[in-house]
């Protein structure tokens, strides 16, 4: 039996897949599960949205359960973190105050924060083929999701496939430059709080 004296400490890595609905993170995940070195957990919003109940929630409520949720999810992928596990997120930063409280949570130092993106026609396509997303879901997500600018990697899925964007990013995480891109958001963002504060 091992006790918990036995474990070492560190820090697990967070691979950040950050794009619209329809965009190709799953895939390129699925893909890093199968070809990283490391053991590594997928943590996509989307299953931390499947776990709650089928309870009806009031229209005027809905807005603060899917906030919580979202809340939730950030903390949990931290905890996995902080705990020593590497993790492969999947998420959508369409709105400003998530990437502030992932850059509040997470160790900017241990984030590889990666752009998957594609064309509007194509996510447009992909969304009809699945039938599962409202038409125009990802549409409207686009010019919110990436509206931060700065990353570590970029991931284009219509020109590349999920086993070629896996691999660009196995092979960045071994020689990861610094400062990275969270690092760099989180100095921008404490700016901006300073000049707010001091205007």
Known sequence: MEHLDDV????????FLNGTSS????SIATELLRILPEPYFHMPVDAFHAMRSQAPVAPDQLATVLHRTWQGFH???AGMAAAGNNVIVDHVLSAEWRLK???A???PQDVVLVKVHCSPKELERRERERGDRPPGLAAGQLARVHAHGDYDLECDTEQST???????IK??????????AFER???SSAARSSVALGS
Do not use: H, N, W
Not at 23 to 26: A, I, V
């Open 185 to 187: 958001l989180r100095r």
């Open 23 to 26: 965009s190709g993170k799953s």
């Open 75 to 77: 903390r949990a992928v």
């Open 162 to 168: 999920p086993q070629e964007c896996a691999r660009l």
């Open 8 to 15: 070492p400490p560190r820090r697990g890595l967070i691979i």
């Open 101 to 103: 409280d992932c850059l």
């Open 105 to 107: 949570l997470f160790e």
């Open 171 to 180: 092979e960045f995480l071994p020689d990861r430059p610094s400062p990275t």
